[in-house]
């Protein structure tokens, strides 16, 4: 018979290996995305770019690609996740929301209701405004009706939420405004926005530190159709955009710095951005290093299939256009820029509104008309909206001047402005983007529509996302992958 000792240590034992063990290896043990990725042409069987309402992102979602284990990972439950955020912020967007022309309510509208309605004018910036009619030349991307939403409590992911919690206080700014980037340790750096450099806060959250950088765990996919100035199709792109965030994770393990190197290095994320079509591009693959350091120009390598070579890209020069896109360098994601106090400085400022902004979508049900190339069942919504101007005080830099759309409960940018340096409107970016109640994260989801108001021409985009464990040596292997 065994003795009490030896039952007691044999139980002991069971419970580490049945129990405990599992638990620590978890985290470890997450499955690559690469394991269960669907392939860049997999989005054209859930939605097509044109004439589709169908609600895509009901089946283009983490939920069916994801494994159970890694779903169960990224999901939280919605009611507490608003809990922690609007314990971050310090307010819920419907609590701020319907002081201005509180007679328009929720319900469905048209472009000649907004041209009847002088209050609409008040309640929707002036760009967008003017988007609001029947579609045409020159450009794609008009909205001719819309409908009214009640404003709702958005939130991120209670990781975020709790770590932004947890290191508030701890991100410092120099006299000048600028971010001593070595005092960031995750989350949102100031998720109460106030003071003498309030503006920059705000510019840091939404442009430097994106927590939806955090889906930056994951692969993204786009189909882009550009159009000319008479909405003649000249572009047809098909790619993918692979993630990896290497400092302030709290989503996906591992957190905090994803490795020794991203922390001895100040590395922020890396992407591997693939090309599969037009077949002259076909297997063009772009591996790029993101640096915290504003003064460290990221790194870039490009794979050429045609020459079965990689090259080095120089990214000191970031004002340069992309492959037949309207937006250079400095526009990726809506803002890639560095904010330097030596390169391209700006000079901040920020004032509070409401209006009225397309809402972020959550089934995908938008779509765009192939006749006139509208933007179709869109969604707005009141939202309290910080508009940051950064006016820029070097006069070699491409843009005068940048006005951002940004969600005071969410830093999330709904729209942005560029002008040239003669003051005129050169290129705007339009993007709602996905955001997921189940998870509390944006991504990249619905329509993204790009404009060059000087050259009239349009880019639409279908973008999805799904999330999954990204490492540094999947960033580099994937360079030469969509070339086979």
């Not at 045409?136 to 009640?150: D, H, R, S």
């Not at 922390?263 to 790029?288: H, N, Q, W």
């Not at 729209?415 to 709602?432: A, W």
Request: proline share 7%; aromatic share 14%.
């Amino acid at each position: 018979m065994n003795s009490f000792k030896e039952i007691f240590f044999t139980l002991i034992a069971y419970l580490f290996v049945v129990l405990i063990l599992p638990l620590s290896l978890s985290a470890q043990e997450v499955p690559l995305l690469t394991s269960y990725m669907k392939g860049p042409h997999e989005l054209a069987k859930h939605k097509n770019v044109l004439d589709d309402p169908k609600p895509y992102l009901k089946t283009w979602s983490d939920k069916a690609f994801c494994p159970p284990a890694v779903y169960k990972m990224i999901s939280g439950d919605p009611a507490q996740m608003k809990t922690v955020w609007a314990e971050v912020v310090g307010f819920k967007a419907p609590d701020v929301v319907g002081k201005v022309h509180p007679e328009i309510k929720p319900g469905k509208y048209t472009y000649k209701d907004v041209q009847a309605n002088p209050a609409f004018k008040e309640l929707i910036w002036p760009e967008l405004y003017n988007r609001i009619k029947p579609g045409g030349p020159p450009f794609a991307g008009n909205i001719p009706e819309f409908e009214i939403v009640p404003t709702k409590q958005y939130y991120w992911a209670g990781a975020i939420g709790e770590t932004t919690k947890k290191n508030a206080g701890k991100t410092k700014l120099d006299s000048k405004g600028y971010v001593d980037f070595r005092t960031w340790e995750g989350g949102f750096p100031f998720p109460r926005p106030s003071g003498q450099f309030k503006a920059q806060q705000i510019a840091y959250n939404a442009l430097t530190f994106r927590r939806d950088r955090e889906e930056g765990n994951g692969m993204s996919y786009g189909h882009v159709l550009g159009f000319d100035r008479n909405l003649k199709k000249d572009m047809d792109n098909i790619y993918t955009s692979a993630n990896v965030a290497l400092a302030g994770r709290a989503w996906l393990p591992p957190y905090g710095w994803a490795d020794g190197e991203a922390k001895s290095r100040g590395e922020l994320a890396m992407m591997t951005l693939t090309m599969y079509t037009p077949r002259d591009i076909a297997g063009m693959a772009v591996l790029t290093t993101y640096y915290l350091d504003p003064n460290k120009a990221d790194a870039a390598v490009m794979y050429v299939p045609s020459l079965r070579r990689v090259r080095k890209l120089s990214t000191t020069d970031t004002q340069d256009p992309i492959m037949g896109q309207d937006l250079i360098y400095d526009d990726q994601s809506g803002f890639l820029q560095k904010l330097s106090p030596t390169r391209y400085p700006y000079k901040y400022e920020v004032e509070e509104k409401e209006y009225l902004v397309p809402a972020p979508t959550i089934d995908g049900s938008e779509y765009v008309t192939s006749k006139g190339l509208e933007l179709r069942n869109v969604k707005m919504e009141r939202r309290p909206i910080y508009v940051l101007k950064m006016t820029q005080t070097d006069p070699n830099y491409v843009y005068s001047k940048r006005v951002f759309y940004v969600d005071r409960e969410t830093f999330q940018f709904y729209f942005v402005e560029n002008y040239d340096r003669k003051g005129r409107l050169y290129r705007t970016f339009y993007g709602p983007g996905q955001f997921k109640p189940d998870q509390g994260m944006f991504t990249w989801g619905g329509y993204l529509v790009y404009r060059d108001h000087v050259d009239l021409h349009s880019n639409i985009v279908l973008t999805a996302s799904i999330t999954g464990k990204y490492t540094r040596n999947d960033a580099v292997a994937g360079l030469t992958k969509g070339a086979k």
